[in-house]
């Protein structure tokens, strides 16, 4: 039977796929991949806004390219949330009781670009891999260096990339959500946030394709989340305190004392009897910043002293992991400091319900 070269958009696996086959399974990951009507496969032919397209077919950049102050690169993509690229997307059968998404977001050509977000990614790859026993082809990575269209980090592919990651989820499973790019706030317009505004993420195509919003990310990751389950969130971003929208925050002294805010106003933010747990850069009103302090090279303040807590010490709770990443980042601070910011960067953790953050042991 004449066949035709393509890759699993998830593991990257190269596959031979019969001709006219609409999907492919990957016998690796067993994610199935919608495939493109045969043709030349070559970046330059991928389509675009203005090509004539398949129904449920995305549009995406003819190759993906460098960010303008205006977004000028970027061809506009719509969401369809019944696009086979989405709904067709099955867990990998391999991943056993770990997944993990990794968004990291330079906006290369941008007046704001950072520098470590990609560095953060590739960071939180190898410590889940090889540190943590995550298996590779259940972490998908989105970067602006990724070659395949599908986990360059635009709007439509990070949703894809969320619901992929609950999706199928069952108990005693293990998901990770680790972001590494700008935040936003933007103000609440449906009354469920105390301080009038929601955190958003800010996807490489921001500027034409909009924000993705703190309510949109808790539906799509927290609320699916079944009894037995567990998602981490790290989050190295700006404004970040309630990022996942969980209904609690921990406020934490100095000296370890620690009480919840409840956040709950009018709707439900909590899961489907799972527990989801957020580690954010800062709090909602303050900003976070990429240092040369701990490596000489330019990370995030968030992950790195997360990575490095979690590698030195051992049986850690929740309290010391918090604590500990405080007193690295202040000693960055201190020193060679976070680039562009001179408020202080405060780790938070926020939950979807409360215990004891000093006897609770971080289990990922």
């Known amino acids: 039977m004449d066949s035709r070269r393509c890759k699993c958009q998830w593991c990257g696996m190269k596959i031979a796929a019969p001709n006219g086959a609409q999907t492919i399974t990957c016998p690796r990951c067993q994610s199935v991949t919608q495939l493109q009507p045969a043709r030349n496969y070559g970046f330059a032919n991928f389509p675009t806004a203005n090509n004539n397209m398949s129904p449920g077919f ?15 690169n970027f061809q506009p993509q719509q969401f369809n949330p019944m696009s086979p690229q989405i709904n067709n997307i099955r867990p990998p059968a391999v991943h056993g009781r770990k ?6 977001i330079t906006y290369r050509g941008h007046p704001k670009s950072l520098k470590g977000s990609i560095n953060d990614v590739l960071s939180m ?7 943590l026993g995550f298996p590779n082809a259940s972490v998908v990575v989105l970067t602006e260096d990724e070659k395949d269209p599908y986990k360059y980090p635009t709007k439509v592919n990070i949703r894809s990339a969320l619901r992929w990651l609950v999706q199928g989820c069952q108990p005693g499973d293990s998901l990770v959500f680790h972001y590494s790019g700008h935040g936003t706030r933007v103000r609440d317009h449906d009354g469920d946030e105390i301080d009038g505004h929601d955190e958003s993420l800010c996807p490489v195509d921001f500027e034409t394709e909009g924000r993705i919003l703190d309510d949109e ?3 799509t990751i927290v609320r699916p989340l079944p009894r037995g389950a567990t998602l981490h969130g790290i989050i190295d971003t700006c404004f970040s305190g ?10 934490i002294n100095r000296a370890g004392y620690f009480t919840w805010e409840d956040h709950r106003i009018r709707s439900y933010k909590g899961t489907n009897g799972g527990i989801a747990i957020s580690i954010s850069a800062c709090d909602d009103h303050q900003n976070s910043g990429d240092t040369t302090a701990f490596t000489g090279f330019p990370t995030g303040a968030l992950t790195y002293s997360f ?20 007193k690295k980042i202040q000693e960055a601070q201190k020193g060679i ?14 939950s979807s319900e409360q215990f004891d953050i000093h006897s609770k042991m971080v289990a990922i």
Do not use: H, W
């Open 58 to 72: 995305p549009a995406f950049p003819s190759r993906p390219g460098r960010m303008s102050p205006n977004a000028n």
């Open 99 to 104: 997944r993990a998404v990794l968004c990291g």
């Open 125 to 131: 790859r190898y410590f889940l891999v090889e540190k």
């Open 217 to 219: 990310i808790n539906n």
């Open 242 to 251: 309630t990022f996942l929208d969980l209904p609690f925050l921990c406020r």
């Open 307 to 326: 990575i490095q807590t979690l590698e030195q010490e051992t049986k850690l709770t929740y309290g010391r992991l918090l604590m500990s990443m405080q």
């Open 337 to 350: 400091g976070l680039n562009g910011e001179n408020e202080t960067q405060e780790p938070q953790l926020s």
